[in-house]
């Protein structure tokens, strides 16, 4: 079974989606929504590499998942307060 995340206003999404995405943004990828399609885009000052076609194909089984993600305003790594 799946476990879901509801994310802070915003969308509820499988974790492992959303494990996948921080993923990706630790490796110096940023996620993007351009209509239905999901587009990534490596930082500024990260050098592009290929990604392995393991992770190509867990982008592919959560593109609508991590659509959500990347459409989503809010943070998503917890804020910690002092």
């Not at 590499?49 to 609508?64: D, H, Q, S, V, Y």
Request: cysteine-free.
């Amino acid at each position: 079974m799946t476990e879901l995340l509801a994310l802070v206003n915003g969308p509820v999404v499988p974790l492992e989606a959303l494990r996948l995405a921080l993923a990706l943004e630790d490796i110096g990828l940023t996620l993007y929504a351009d209509g239905e399609t999901l587009r990534l885009r490596f930082r500024a000052d990260v050098t592009e590499t290929p990604l392995p076609e393991a992770t190509r194909a867990e982008i592919k089984r959560w593109k609508w998942h991590l659509l959500a993600i990347a459409s989503y305003g809010g943070p998503l790594r917890p804020q910690l307060k002092a």
